[in-house]
């Protein structure tokens, strides 16, 4: 068993990299290495599978008992990784991956981006310059060194501490386990089938946890629109919430249904996407086995209309907003590719994204239209919160008051006990910057700019430019929702934009042959 990892190989259309027999001054690893390495790989597949369900079902991860749920998980798959690490690095063991061992300058730049962010949090927690009351509402305040990160709540900087600590282990554990190979895959070019070889565009890791994200949303999906349909005021028919109690404001397992459509936002791109990969490899299977006939792409589809209905149907202004926009972006996206296809593939696709459309309109538009027009209103009245918030920000400008800290401290600076006192500052650009400063904002806005420019460095598992553009697509919508609202607040759907940030990291561009 232990010799096949060894046997050099040639992949046909990606950028897999064979494995190398160690070095003279490194030793074989033992069959025990290679066996906890593959169990290892085995749990945190399920691992990551058992998450991304559990997410969003769980009440959207907005309660403790939840959020300490998914720690645990990311805690053990970080420690999965580490032990990874250990059997591949110190242990000579060299299985065969989409990428090379030797990670590029940009994936150390973000692992060192990772430990800053996380080291940020980390001295801010035990550097605290007050430690809150919320039964007093009061805070005790403590002596500190001012020229590094400090908070204004410690028990909230400290859980923001362990939050950020967990979703940075799930983060580059999935990086990880993406890039290696499966069983099937590792078989693959020693075999004598070409078809097995020729057929999938995209990796096995992949391909499961995609259709995981895809069938799951669409049952939350389904799920949404009884509810709305129904009438219930009950999250998932079992819950009431302590506010949001009418129906109308929710959405599925949200209380809140700006974050369901947040969330469905951030993942019907991400399943066209994957419908978009699919169709590809149906084409090519084909024109390699004429036998070859599949319903996953009817599936997917499905599954997308679904996905992109219920933000409409949410009534969110923001969420109807976004996923219209959306549409066309994608429908451009997808009309230019099919250019030199028949003018009836074309005319299909527009029909699809139009029912999309007219769909979620017709169920969704009473609401919606009535919501539109105190649009303004709305805005106007969170601009004077903005404006108190920036008061925060003058204050302290370089490290902010402190990870988690800002709904105790936007208190002290109400103009009078009248004024709204929001858990959240619906603004979460605004709010990361009064919380972590411009020190540590810079830090997570450079760790983004490493994950979107990953795609343009070679090495990884290589696609077109239209799947990794989908995704961006998705980010950038939760990035537009968010400077009106506050998605990257609740757990569940930080998570899902962590994890299409880790989807993202390890695709790269085709390599254009050489000659």
């Known amino acids: 068993m232990a010799q096949s990892d060894y046997t050099p190989s040639k992949t046909g259309n990606s950028v897999a990299v064979a494995s190398e027999f160690p070095k003279p001054h490194c030793r074989w690893p033992s069959a025990r290495a290679i066996l906890v390495y593959n169990w290892c790989e085995q749990i945190a597949e399920w691992l990551v599978y058992l998450m991304v369900i559990f997410a969003p079902w ?222 590809r490899e149906a084409r090519r299977a084909r024109k390699i086995d004429t036998k070859q006939s599949s319903l996953k792409s009817p599936i997917l589809l499905l599954a997308v209309l679904l996905l992109a209905v219920c933000p409409i149907i949410s009534t969110s202004r923001g969420g109807a907003v976004i996923t219209i926009a959306g549409l066309f972006a994608t429908a451009v996206l997808v009309i230019s590719a099919l250019r030199h296809r028949h003018p009836a593939t074309k005319f299909v696709s527009i029909v699809f994204f139009g029912t999309v459309l007219s769909v979620g309109l017709y169920l969704g538009w009473d609401h919606l239209a009535d919501r539109l027009k105190s649009a303004e209103a709305d805005l106007f009245a969170r601009e004077d919160i903005y404006a108190t918030a920036r008061e925060i920000v003058r204050d302290y400008p370089v490290f902010g008051t402190g990870p988690g800290s800002f709904e105790s401290v936007f208190q002290l600076y109400r103009s009078s006990t009248d004024e709204y006192w929001p858990a959240q500052l619906h603004n979460d650009w605004l709010e990361t910057l009064v919380t972590f400063g411009w020190v540590g904002s810079a830090l997570i806005a450079l760790a983004f700019a490493c994950v979107v420019g990953r795609w343009w460095r070679c090495g990884g598992i290589e696609t077109d430019w239209r799947f990794p553009a989908m995704i961006w697509l998705a980010l950038a919508g939760c990035l537009a929702h968010a400077r009106f609202d506050f998605p990257l607040q609740v757990y569940s759907i930080l998570h899902l934009f962590l994890l299409e940030c880790a989807i993202l990291f390890v695709l790269t561009r085709r390599r254009v042959p050489r000659g």
Request: aromatic fraction near 12%.
């Open 58 to 279: 769980a009440f959207g991860t907005t309660q403790s008992w939840s959020i300490g749920t998914m720690n645990v998980a990311g805690y053990t798959l970080g420690g999965l990784l580490v032990a990874k690490l250990i059997i591949r690095d110190q242990l000579g063991h060299k299985p065969e991956r989409w990428r090379s061992e030797t990670p590029d300058w940009l994936t150390r730049t973000l692992a060192v981006l990772t430990l800053a962010i996380l080291g940020y949090v980390l001295v801010a927690a035990l550097n605290v310059r007050a430690v809150y009351d919320p039964t007093r509402m009061d805070f005790s305040f403590r002596p500190h060194v001012t020229w590094l990160p400090h908070s204004y709540d410690q028990a909230k900087s400290w859980q923001s501490f362990a939050n950020y600590l967990a979703l940075a282990g799930f983060f580059w554990s999935v990086c990880d386990w993406l890039l290696g190979k499966s069983a099937r895959e590792l078989r693959a070019p020693r075999s004598d089938n070409t078809i097995a070889t020729q057929r999938h565009l995209v990796p096995l890791r992949l391909r499961r946890l995609l259709w995981i994200l895809s069938v799951n949303g669409a049952l939350l999906a389904i799920v949404a629109l009884a509810q709305r349909l129904d009438g219930e005021g009950k999250l998932l028919w079992l819950v009431e919430p302590r506010i949001n109690k009418e129906a109308i404001m929710q959405l599925g397992p949200y209380a809140y249904r700006a974050n369901g459509a947040q969330y469905f936002n951030l993942l019907w791109p991400l399943a066209l996407a994957f419908w978009w990969m699919l169709r």
